[in-house]
């Protein structure tokens, strides 16, 4: 496809306009995708609400997203054209020690999609057309809906996340912030089989979707004390895991809650320094780690999906087209809203 495109472009917090560009077309070992379905990360609206590095305008936003394949570069032979796909947004060097031992996600030299990452403006999906390297590329199976192919992204982050430090012996969790990638972790948790899982967030509606995705127990931070509950829940001794996708706000509360010898999580992207007791650590000898992005975990989640033992399109609370882009993220950024995930549709 030729011509020109509609780009909902990132000018600054607060700054989305709607513009006309050029459609890239693939170059060598390259496809095009016509997007059908973007997802608003919480990266993306951290983005619009504050001024980052990370995101040095004017950038296209997007990294979670599915469509069609409507062109190939010379000696793309991979996919067909008219293929249903979605993309792993991580673009890797591909010849570093971590990427040559399948940990993509360490890369050092590592750039990605909707982000300045690496100090590089990669432009996202936020876009009526793409082109990446086949290589990032991964089909969808024909049940697989745009809306839920969307989501693969995120589903490869949680899965890695759920994933980071379990065992079978494993027999309570405690999930802090039942946001879009906290809800996503109960569900591939209870998909673990951990017997207990338990979710705390200051929001109620959160709290009873945390329900139906599966938590065991929830936990109104506002309204309880979250320590005290959780104790009460696993005889006193906290949980075996924590795993925070809330904030940094939180870490030391994740330590507080966490048995002897039990794992802290950290996947919520934290930007600000916080003050710790390393004594906490070390005098109850606790696991304190980091979890990002994913490895083979994208791949996991969409046959998950495609064998239907997953289901993740009840997450999806409101579509927006790209003309009223702004619009969705001024609404995600209203403190009191019902938003859990939204998308727009191209």
Same mark, same amino acid.
């Given at each position: ?12 917090? +607060? ?7 050029? /459609? ?10 016509? @997007? ?44 067909? /054209? ?31 999609? #909707?982000?300045? @990452?690496? +100090? ?11 082109? &990446? ?6 089909? @969808? ?5 745009? =809306? ?7 589903? *490869? ?7 980071? *430090? ?19 972790? $109960? ?15 200051? @929001? ?9 995705? #599966? ?39 994740? %330590? ?5 010898? +039990?794992?802290? &999580? ?7 320094? $916080? ?7 070390? #005098?109850? *000898?606790?696991? %304190?780690?980091? =979890?990002?992005? !994913? ?24 579509? !927006? ?9 001024? /609404? ?11 998308? /727009?549709?191209?």
């Amino acid at each position: 496809m030729t011509g020109t495109m509609k780009a909902l472009v990132y000018q600054g917090p +607060g700054n989305l306009t709607v513009e006309k560009r050029e /459609i890239p077309q693939p170059q060598k070992g390259e496809v095009q995708i016509k @997007i059908n379905t973007v997802s608003i990360c919480g990266s993306d609206l951290g983005a619009y609400r504050h001024a980052s590095d990370r995101f040095r305008p004017p950038l296209v936003l997007g990294h979670e997203f599915s469509g069609d394949i409507t062109a190939l570069g010379e000696g793309a032979e991979t996919y067909k /054209i008219g293929q249903r796909v979605t993309v792993n947004p991580m673009v890797l060097c591909r010849e570093c020690y971590f990427c040559k031992k399948g940990e993509g996600n360490l890369c050092g030299n590592r750039k990605s999609l #909707g982000t300045a @990452i690496g +100090g590089v403006q990669t432009d996202g999906a936020m876009r009526e057309y793409v082109t &990446v390297p086949e290589w990032m590329v991964r089909p @969808i199976a024909d049940n697989v809906s745009y =809306s839920a192919a969307a989501l693969l992204e995120p589903c *490869g982050v949680t899965l890695a996340c759920a994933k980071k *430090g379990h065992t079978s012996e494993e027999e309570s969790v405690v999930v802090l912030g039942a946001g879009p990638i906290g809800l996503l972790i $109960v569900k591939f948790l209870k998909a673990l089989g951990v017997p207990k899982v338990i979710v705390s967030d200051i @929001i109620d509606k959160r709290l009873k979707k945390a329900l139906e995705c #599966g938590a065991d127990h929830v936990v109104n931070s506002k309204k309880e004390d979250v320590v005290e509950q959780v104790k009460a829940l696993t005889d006193g001794y906290g949980a075996d895991r924590v795993i925070n996708a809330a904030g940094e706000f939180l870490i030391n509360q994740s %330590f507080q809650l966490v048995k002897n010898g +039990g794992t802290s &999580v950290l996947v919520a992207l934290a930007h600000n320094n $916080v003050e710790i007791d390393p004594m906490e650590i070390v #005098g109850r *000898g606790l696991n %304190f780690v980091g =979890s990002y992005m !994913f490895t083979t975990e994208m791949e996991e989640a969409a046959q998950m999906l495609a064998e239907e033992k997953l289901q993740v399109e009840d997450l999806v609370t409101s579509t !927006f087209p790209l003309e009223n882009g702004k619009e969705a993220f001024d /609404i995600l950024c209203q403190p009191d809203n019902d938003e859990i995930k939204v998308q /727009i549709k191209l």
